[in-house]
């Protein structure tokens, strides 16, 4: 699933609304986005009149959504859960579900901070007669169970991206199950293309927590191959689209609390130069204050929890960094990656808050772990990386690695203060009360007696008989 330009263009540091308890059966929550600028939490608050609105547009659509079901490319199915964002291509998506397969059409919609106002969505979807519809605030689950386990492992795909889209899929993939369980229903759909990397990441999420569920790919289905038939699809079924939306737009964008991507259109020419004033969550480093921002961040097993002696919750401590890394121009990405199935692709990212955390989690773990530890976690954590972006997330040898990387992390508590300017994370300062920095023992001053130096030379002969061994055996060959 993609979000258009228009929907993140006013997004740059989204901020996150607090957990509210969540009714068994179904969610009926009106989300409203706080203002760019704020970091406090906005609560979410249920709506009693929610429920009985949205029978209201049952009872004016059902007719129209009254389809006798039938067989379509996968198979028969009921009842789906369809993941919404209610953007044009997913609309299209619903319409088509109802057509092709004569099912009832779950809709689940998520926030995942990606900053934009979700009420539209239940709209769009009562317009489609559409009886049980989900609008779920997982900001905080999505920072705390996702992306903090994902950066204690300092994961980096191909050396450079952050994965902010690839730690987004098994959330939705898992909500989805958990929702398709709740309703009885036989069948999940996505948005995701044949092409791109998401398809695999839902479904592999899908089938590794409910083996038996049908997934069904519009994508991979239908003929609604160019824009032109989807546009005159959503015409002669009386979808509305906006004039924007008949245009190609440049690139298309995918975000949450972590990201935001641009690719595709545009973007397809590697040589090209993106344009400055495609992104929505940084200032340019050119155009970023001439004075630097120091910040002090505190971490307690690994994970950040306060700023400056503020404490924040999960998503809250995602949303500060983004304001402070966007306002200083830091988290800009251009980059060509692998992916899974099996071609190159350019992406351009902005991922200020999780640029700021990867520097500075690492110069606490400087200090906090030891040196077996820290070289054994950065072996690890290319195929950790890989696992994620691949779609692997829910597979027992990731859980096997997270218990490991969970397990070390434990000693990684402790504050680092860092300098933020025109596009960098410098780190100047860090401390932990269990810091295995010892000055007496690194000091090349007098050291009192804390390190025998005459103790090297037995050291380095050791190290050094396999290599005058192997020299004497072989000689110059």
Same mark, same amino acid.
């Given at each position: 699933?993609?979000?258009?330009?228009?929907?993140?263009?006013?997004?740059?540091?989204?901020?996150?609304?607090?957990?509210?308890?969540?009714?068994?059966?179904?969610?009926?929550?009106?989300?409203?986005?706080?203002?760019?600028?704020?970091?406090?939490?906005?609560?979410?608050?249920?709506?009693?009149?929610?429920?009985?609105?949205?029978?209201?547009?049952?009872?004016?659509?059902?007719?129209?959504?009254?389809?006798?079901?039938?067989?379509?490319?996968?198979?028969?199915?009921?009842?789906?859960?369809?993941?919404?964002?209610?953007?044009?291509?997913?609309?299209?998506?619903?319409?088509?579900?109802?057509?092709?397969?004569?099912?009832?059409?779950?809709?689940?919609?998520?926030?995942?901070?990606?900053?934009?106002?979700?009420?539209?969505?239940?709209?769009?979807?009562?317009?489609?007669?559409?009886?049980?519809?989900?609008?779920?605030?997982?900001?905080?689950?999505?920072?705390?169970?996702?992306?903090?386990?994902?950066?204690?492992?300092?994961?980096?795909?191909?050396?450079?991206?952050?994965?902010?889209?690839?730690?987004?899929?098994?959330?939705?993939?898992?909500?989805?199950?958990?929702?398709?369980?709740?309703?009885?229903?036989?069948?999940?759909?996505?948005?995701?293309?044949?092409?791109?990397?998401?398809?695999?990441?839902?479904?592999?999420?899908?089938?590794?927590?409910?083996?038996?569920?049908?997934?069904?790919?519009?994508?991979?289905?239908?003929?609604?191959?160019?824009?032109?038939?989807?546009?005159?699809?959503?015409?002669?079924?009386?979808?509305?689209?906006?004039?924007?939306?008949?245009?190609?737009?440049?690139?298309?964008?995918?975000?949450?609390?972590?990201?935001?991507?641009?690719?595709?259109?545009?973007?397809?020419?590697?040589?090209?130069?993106?344009?400055?004033?495609?992104?929505?969550?940084?200032?340019?480093?050119?155009?970023?204050?001439?004075?630097?921002?120091?910040?002090?961040?505190?971490?307690? =097993?690994?994970?950040?929890?306060?700023?400056?002696?503020?404490?924040?919750?999960?998503?809250?401590?995602?949303? =500060?960094?983004?304001?402070?890394?966007?306002?200083?121009?830091?988290?800009?990405?251009?980059?060509?990656?692998?992916?899974?199935?099996?071609?190159?692709?350019?992406?351009?990212?902005?991922?200020?808050?999780?640029?700021?955390?990867?520097?500075?989690?690492?110069?606490?773990?400087?200090?906090?772990?030891?040196?077996?530890?820290?070289?054994?976690?950065?072996?690890?954590?290319?195929?950790?990386?890989?696992?994620?972006?691949?779609?692997?997330?829910?597979?027992?040898?990731?859980?096997?690695?997270?218990?490991?990387?969970?397990?070390?992390?434990?000693?990684?508590?402790?504050?680092?203060?860092?300098?933020?300017?025109?596009?960098?994370?410098?780190?100047?300062?860090?401390?932990?009360?269990?810091?295995?920095?010892?000055?007496?023992?690194?000091?090349?001053?007098?050291?009192?007696?804390?390190?025998?130096?005459?103790?090297?030379?037995?050291?380095?002969?050791?190290?050094?008989?396999?290599?005058?061994?192997?020299?004497?055996?072989?000689?110059?060959?």
């Amino acid at each position: 699933m993609t979000l258009s330009r228009a929907h993140v263009a006013h997004a740059r540091h989204p901020a996150p609304r607090a957990h509210t308890a969540r009714n068994q059966t179904m969610v009926f929550a009106s989300l409203a986005i706080r203002p760019p600028a704020a970091c406090a939490p906005r609560r979410v608050n249920a709506s009693s009149a929610a429920p009985a609105k949205v029978t209201r547009s049952i009872t004016s659509g059902a007719k129209r959504a009254a389809v006798r079901a039938r067989a379509g490319p996968s198979g028969d199915v009921k009842k789906v859960v369809l993941a919404y964002s209610g953007g044009l291509d997913t609309s299209i998506i619903l319409k088509w579900l109802q057509d092709t397969y004569g099912c009832e059409v779950v809709t689940f919609t998520a926030d995942l901070g990606q900053g934009e106002e979700l009420e539209p969505a239940r709209k769009k979807a009562e317009q489609f007669g559409v009886k049980q519809i989900f609008i779920d605030d997982l900001r905080e689950e999505f920072v705390r169970d996702y992306v903090f386990p994902m950066f204690r492992a300092n994961a980096v795909y191909e050396g450079t991206y952050l994965l902010g889209t690839s730690i987004a899929r098994p959330l939705i993939a898992k909500r989805q199950i958990e929702i398709a369980k709740m309703v009885g229903a036989d069948a999940v759909c996505h948005g995701a293309t044949g092409k791109g990397n998401d398809q695999v990441r839902f479904e592999l999420g899908y089938y590794g927590l409910k083996p038996d569920v049908k997934v069904i790919a519009p994508w991979r289905e239908w003929d609604l191959n160019s824009r032109t038939k989807l546009l005159a699809y959503a015409d002669a079924n009386g979808i509305p689209v906006a004039q924007s939306k008949r245009q190609d737009a440049p690139y298309s964008t995918d975000a949450n609390l972590l990201h935001i991507s641009y690719e595709g259109n545009a973007l397809e020419d590697p040589w090209v130069e993106y344009s400055e004033d495609m992104f929505t969550r940084s200032v340019s480093p050119e155009n970023a204050p001439d004075t630097p921002t120091y910040i002090e961040v505190e971490f307690e =097993k690994g994970d950040p929890v306060a700023i400056d002696g503020v404490r924040y919750s999960p998503a809250e401590m995602l949303t =500060k960094l983004n304001q402070l890394g966007g306002d200083n121009g830091i988290g800009r990405l251009d980059i060509v990656e692998s992916r899974f199935v099996g071609m190159k692709s350019r992406g351009v990212y902005e991922t200020p808050g999780g640029t700021i955390l990867m520097h500075i989690r690492r110069a606490l773990e400087t200090i906090c772990l030891d040196r077996g530890e820290s070289h054994y976690k950065d072996q690890m954590m290319p195929q950790y990386a890989e696992l994620i972006y691949n779609g692997f997330w829910f597979s027992p040898e990731r859980e096997m690695m997270q218990a490991a990387i969970d397990k070390c992390s434990e000693s990684v508590t402790g504050t680092v203060r860092a300098k933020l300017y025109k596009g960098n994370v410098i780190v100047v300062g860090r401390k932990a009360k269990n810091s295995l920095y010892d000055d007496k023992l690194s000091t090349f001053e007098e050291d009192g007696g804390a390190y025998d130096q005459k103790d090297a030379a037995g050291f380095i002969k050791l190290q050094a008989l396999r290599l005058r061994t192997l020299r004497v055996a072989r000689g110059d060959q």
